[in-house]
């Protein structure tokens, strides 16, 4: 038995070498088509990989917590007018009520600080030195309860989560520590000193969290120095008061039903509020693996988030890629196969069976597919770190990983089978009588339709990502061009602080900086007209007892605001100068919402914003609306006011003239006025394209993929052109004879090419209308797709292919005809 099978092995083994061999010679034999098949092979799988890898870091944002399904984000929806809006945050004192009303749940509570100075106090000491340095950290400062580390895992270096149970005590991650101290196992006991108000001791630390998660845990403060310090961190008891920064999470027992949970939480508002007319808000259970992805909520925690439409559309593009290029090894395959008739008519008069030809057809397809991938890894690997380019990736991004090995594995099985299956069948499948007799063709095999239909499949597919990135970019273009309603080029923002020292060099600091001849306004604010911060909150019109049930939106500034930012006013004035809110100036949405026509009629009303012991303020002016927000959204109902405690940034509108030399000065003036604080100015122009960071660069990719896609089906297509001008030279050489132009025979070439390329026009067109409108749909002013962008996308396609099929028919015309007619 064992002799028995060691024979058929070893006769098994000597055919497979045998296959390789003959498929090599092949390969070799016709080595103008195996690059073409190759480099398309190898710029499409090595664009899967890119892809790929981009999705898969996506989709493990926090997955590798070992209980993150039964992990849930406790978040608000508030019903308005007709409106949902969504909250991050939940009232501060939920945290204790969640812990009476949900006891089987483990419940922690966090509270962001967004641009937070740290300063590592150099001599040791609570007062500092000269040496001291200063770090402005914009993410992972956090105020913590120490119930947080027993929902989410953390490696501890040093100390425990015991240490934020106690005030004044502070935990930093490993890279923090390095930054600060050199060696991070210097950190322990030393001093910080956080926005020049608290003093902290550094109680414990932890190794760095990993990329993929969108918790940035890097100062992480007790959370009952938070509650000791209200005042100057915005500590609210209060259940009607709402802040995104303060945010709970909740870890359910592996047997709690999520929808009871659910349930429970629609009626948790009311019940502890007491507030029995508030009945449109209610928190319900965000699980923890759609917090990177919902984008209700906006970057909740850290500062990166995707949509998974973004991830479906790169898919799909990978898809069509790699699609593209076995539709190149299919053509270039069948049309070859007429040319191996005679071969495959020996091979089975001399017995071959029809499965040792797919065999050997298959095994010729997988030594092609395999080199193509090796290469793919290779180009792959060269391009990884320019990936965080076109996504946002760690530049410590790892191509082979155990899911990306597998999926080479799996679109290697796949492409052999879609590139080499149609050709064996239809090799294996000839008859040796016709085949010996040279009587097999094109359209004796069904070639001719086949290739017909693959190249308008192919040329769709490219039409349709170069449609698609016209669109992207004419999008691109309107969102970077559009009028924002208020002037956001040269001016300079310094972020700032509000303690009681920072606030009384406010006047004196605007007074120098004025002196500036190259400074042409300044204004103290809370936030620029368009930004991130959305201050949202009921108010009282008109000296109505009742509230109008519309949310608006606050921003505070001082009385330049409206000159800073340029905007434009449609009726009354600014207010005038004070510290805190005497009178107030709306926008044209503002009074649309509250049915007001005309904007003269909103001069002199009265809103109050808060409580009874709030202040009635008359609308003094409306200013013409401004994008509040990215274009993504409505304009805002906006109120803005004075109140000088709040107004935390420096804006600056200057000469663009010199403006490299005057930045340095007006930083210098910072640093003179404000030593004890970190310099950390940016153009506001900048901080506005930021909030088009993913939309760009999809562009960016739409861009490179639909030149992948063009570069692919021009080699399919040059590989066709190549094959038909071999196959019919004895007919251009019979037609030059009988008189045929050059023009002519190039048309010969070219007519039908254009003629596919025309039908797959038609196909790509609806489809990339119906799935680019979906994409526009996603911004509230957006571009119409016009007919420009369908003839632009036609035409250079046309022009390619005629670039593509020219050359090799402009060489087959010009060729001699007594040479060609001497041509089997």
Not at 151 to 176: H, Q, R, Y
Not at 251 to 274: D, I, M, W, Y
Not at 375 to 385: D, G, H, M, N, T
Not at 702 to 731: H, P, W
């Amino acid at each position: 038995m064992v002799y028995v099978l060691s024979v058929w092995c070893y006769k098994n083994l000597i055919m497979l070498k045998n296959y390789f061999k003959i498929a090599w010679r092949n390969i070799v034999h016709h080595k103008g088509y195996a690059a073409i098949n190759v480099s398309g092979l190898t710029v499409g799988i090595a664009a899967c990989l890119l892809i790929y890898v981009v999705v898969e870091y996506e989709l493990s944002f926090d997955t590798f917590r070992p209980n993150f399904k039964n992990i849930y984000h406790v978040v608000t929806q508030e019903k308005r007018e007709a409106d949902f809006s969504y909250n991050p945050g939940i009232p501060i004192p939920s945290t204790d009520a969640l812990r009476l009303d949900f006891p089987q749940a483990k419940v922690a509570a966090i509270n962001t600080s967004y641009g937070s100075q740290i300063t590592v106090l150099e001599n040791g000491t609570a007062n500092g030195g000269a040496g001291d340095k200063k770090f402005t950290e914009n993410l992972g400062v956090m105020f913590m309860e120490p119930q947080f580390f027993d929902i989410f895992n953390a490696t501890w270096l040093t100390g425990d989560k015991k240490v934020l149970a106690e005030p004044n005590m502070a935990v930093i991650d490993k890279s923090t520590a390095t930054k600060y101290f050199g060696d991070w196992k210097n950190a322990a006991g030393k001093l910080l000193k956080m926005d020049n108000l608290l003093n902290l001791k550094i109680a414990g630390v932890i190794e760095d969290a990993q990329p993929n998660s969108d918790f940035p845990l890097k100062i992480l403060v007790s959370f009952i120095t938070w509650k000791q310090h209200p005042n100057e961190y915005g500590y609210i008891n209060d259940w009607h008061a709402v802040s995104s920064n303060h945010q709970v999470f909740m870890e359910l027992p592996a047997n709690e039903s999520f929808a009871r949970v659910n349930e429970q939480l629609k009626t948790f508002n009311h019940k502890h509020s007491g507030d029995k007319g508030r009945t449109s808000r209610i928190n319900f259970l965000q699980p923890l693996g759609d917090l990177h992805f919902d984008t209700r909520f906006g970057n909740t925690i850290g500062d990166h988030m995707t949509t998974k439409a973004t991830l479906r559309t790169l898919s799909f593009i990978a898809v069509l890629i790699i699609l593209m290029a076995s539709i190149n090894f299919i053509n270039l395959s069948t049309a070859q196969s007429v040319g191996r008739s005679k071969e495959v008519g020996i091979r089975k008069v001399l017995g071959s069976s029809r499965a040792q030809l797919i065999s050997q057809v298959m095994g010729e397809t997988t030594i092609i597919v395999a080199g193509s991938v090796l290469l793919a890894i290779v180009i792959a690997k060269l391009a990884l770190p320019y990936l965080s380019n076109i996504a946002s990736v760690p530049d410590s991004i790892s191509l082979l990983t155990t899911g990306s090995v597998l999926f080479l594995f799996l679109i290697t099985c796949v492409v052999i089978l879609l590139s080499g299956l149609y050709p064996a069948m239809v090799v294996s499948g000839f008859k040796p009588v016709l085949a010996l007799k040279n009587k097999i063709t094109a359209a004796s095999i069904g070639g001719i339709p086949l290739r017909r239909g693959l190249v308008i499949m192919q040329f769709g597919i490219s039409q349709l990502l170069i449609i698609g990135t016209i669109i992207a970019i004419k999008q691109m273009n309107f969102v970077n061009e559009a009028d924002l309603g208020f002037n956001k080029s040269a001016v300079l923002i310094i972020p700032g602080y509000t303690d009681s020292i920072s606030l009384h060099k406010i006047e004196p600091f605007k007074q120098q900086l004025m002196q500036n001849a190259a400074v042409k306004s300044v204004s103290f604010d809370s936030d620029a007209p368009s930004s991130e911060n959305n201050w949202g909150t009921n108010f009282y019109f008109d000296h109505s007892t009742k509230e109008n049930g519309i949310t608006t939106f606050l921003k505070y500034g001082d009385a330049d605001y409206f000159k800073t930012y340029g905007l434009r006013f449609v009726a009354g004035k600014g207010y005038d100068v004070s510290d805190t809110a005497r009178q107030v100036v709306v926008n044209e949405t503002f009074i649309n919402k509250l049915g007001i026509r005309r904007a003269e009629d909103a001069i002199g009303k009265t809103v109050r914003i808060g409580g009874n012991k709030a202040f009635w303020c008359p609308i003094v002016g409306v200013v013409k609306d401004f994008k509040t927000n990215s274009l993504r959204e409505a304009v805002k109902p906006i109120v803005i006011s004075p109140n000088k405690k709040l107004e935390s940034q420096v804006a600056i509108k200057i000469e663009t003239k010199n403006l490299t030399a005057t930045v340095a000065l007006l930083q210098k003036q910072w640093e003179n006025m404000y030593p004890e604080y970190a310099y950390n100015g940016f153009f506001l122009d900048e901080n506005i394209a930021q909030f088009y960071k993913q939309e760009n660069q999809l562009a960016l990719v739409y861009k490179i993929f639909a030149g992948i896609a063009v570069f692919i089906s021009c080699l399919g297509l040059y590989g066709l052109v190549s094959f038909m001008v071999v196959q019919r030279t004895k007919e251009v050489g019979v037609r030059k004879v009988l008189g045929a132009s050059v023009k002519s025979i190039v048309f010969l070439f070219s007519k039908e090419f254009m003629i596919l390329i025309g039908i797959s026009f038609l196909i790509a067109m609806p489809v990339s209308w119906y799935l680019m409108s979906g994409w526009l749909q996603s911004f509230v002013y957006r571009i119409n797709i016009s007919a420009d962008v369908f003839v632009l996308a036609v035409l250079s396609s046309i022009i390619l292919a005629w670039i593509t099929v020219g050359y090799k028919a402009v060489k087959a015309a010009l060729a001699n005809p007594v040479t060609s007619m001497r041509s089997e």
